[in-house]
């Protein structure tokens, strides 16, 4: 096939070899294709236009008249509705059949029913019961935590009106009659060497208790501050769940019941 | 024989109902030869381009009654041929999860496979080299070269600048050339 002259003189332009080679079409078609594709083509776009013609088929299928008179049908069925059970007006088997309860249920069933449901649904364990005399020994320990603060505080105060050698010396029990030159200057040697806690540690439980008493002080809560660290205390809602939490923490610290008398 | 009646005519025939389908035929007839060789150059295959050229028939039925007349019909139906034709060739290619390594070879593959491919022979080696191009290139080239479209008409068809065209054009036969010597 030969080219035209505009392409063959473009590519001429281009200096290309492509303007020498005759543009063969080498594909080839079946015999006699372009004399039938028309027919083919037709045939498929009619196939294509009874497919969309078939899309309102529903509406040939429905009876004569059908679409004239349904709004008037739709109306009648509707006020049937508000006069009388549909099922009953349409259905005259149905409608014979008297609209009796074959099930019973046990006597007075209703009745209990909900208490009985409330109850199944309700905790099975009775609510755990504090005895008094436990909530009492809570309120022992917070009162013994405010006389712990109290004494802490009268100590803080008093450091500042009492010389360093009373305060040495009504704390370690010593004598009131004691020399008091000796007692200054035990106390001069424990402000030297800042071992005021170690002076404390040192102490007999049998001096403190003593101490205690004298002073008229309660001798149960000063142990159970001396001895414990706020962060050691048990949660505080495991007073309510476990009865024994004070008595078990008292004993993890060794603190056992002394009597003031 | 072509059916040399004015686009004008026929779509206005197209439009009244008693010769709607004598209408749509005599356009048939008129352009499918040159659609059908402008779809089987891109789709290779001519089943394929059988495949194709009916279904864009079909569409054109369906919406030759919205076309506007301010476009030429056969610049109409050489689009509509085109965008068949590419989208044809994608969707094939997913079927058979043809990879982006494999796509070159998947034209020239449908190319060798033809009944009278004979490799010895200029015009086959001709097309072995057009199917190594670039889609873009690939069409303008076969509208160019084979069709003998003028670009301002081209432009129309593949609503790209002439100066565009001719670019693609020109590498495409650079691409060609440099093949048939190299091979």
């Known amino acids: 096939m030969q080219k035209s002259p505009s392409i063959y003189n473009e590519l001429k332009e281009l200096n290309s070899p492509l303007a020498d080679i005759p543009a063969t079409n080498v594909f080839t078609v079946p015999e006699g294709y372009f004399d039938v594709l028309s027919l083919d083509i037709m045939q498929a776009i009619n196939e294509y236009r009874i497919e969309e013609l078939n899309i309102p088929a529903l509406e040939r299928n429905v009876p004569e008249g059908y679409f004239d008179t349904l709004a008037d049908e739709v109306l009648r069925k509707i006020r049937r509705s508000d006069t009388a059970p549909a099922m009953e007006e349409e259905d005259g088997f149905l409608a014979s059949v008297r609209k009796i309860n074959v099930f019973t249920v046990p006597e007075n069933y209703f009745e209990g029913l909900a208490t009985g449901i409330v109850a199944q649904v309700s905790p099975k364990q009775p609510a755990r019961v504090i005895a008094m005399t436990n909530r009492f020994s809570i309120f022992k320990y917070a009162v013994a935590a405010g006389i712990t603060g109290i004494i802490g505080l009268s100590l803080f105060t008093q450091f500042d009106k009492k010389t360093a050698a009373e305060l040495v010396a009504q704390v370690t029990l010593i004598p009131a009659n004691q020399d008091q030159s000796e007692l200054i200057k035990n106390a001069g040697e424990i402000i030297r060497n800042d071992s005021f806690d170690k002076t404390l540690e040192a102490l007999g439980d049998e001096e403190i208790v003593g101490y205690l008493k004298n002073n008229g002080e309660d001798i149960n809560a000063a142990m159970v501050a001396s001895v414990t660290d706020e962060k050691t205390l048990p949660n505080e809602d495991a007073y309510f769940t476990d009865e024994k939490t004070l008595d078990n923490f008292l004993n993890e610290q060794h603190i056992v019941q002394i009597s003031n008398n | ?183």
């Open chain 2, 1 to 183: 024989m072509t059916d040399q009646t004015d686009d004008k005519e026929l779509l206005f025939l197209f439009k009244e109902e008693a010769t709607k389908e004598s209408a749509f035929t005599r356009i048939i007839k008129k352009y499918q030869e040159k659609l059908y060789w402008h779809i089987r150059r891109l789709v290779i295959n001519h089943e394929d381009a059988n495949d194709v050229l009916q279904n864009m028939f079909i569409k054109v039925w369906k919406g030759l009654d919205n076309f506007r007349e301010d476009s030429q019909l056969y610049t109409w139906l050489y689009r509509i041929a085109t965008n068949e034709s590419l989208t044809f060739l994608q969707q094939q290619k997913k079927r058979r999860s043809v990879s982006l390594s494999d796509d070159e070879s998947f034209l020239s593959n449908k190319l060798v496979a033809d009944k009278d491919f004979d490799s010895n022979k200029l015009e086959w080696k001709l097309q072995l080299a057009i199917q190594k191009l670039p889609e873009r290139q690939r069409t303008v080239f076969n509208l160019r070269y084979f069709s003998e479209m003028p670009y301002e008409e081209m432009s129309r068809v593949l609503e790209t600048s002439e100066g565009s065209l001719k670019a693609s054009y020109h590498h495409a036969v650079k691409k060609i050339e440099d093949y048939i010597i190299n091979r």
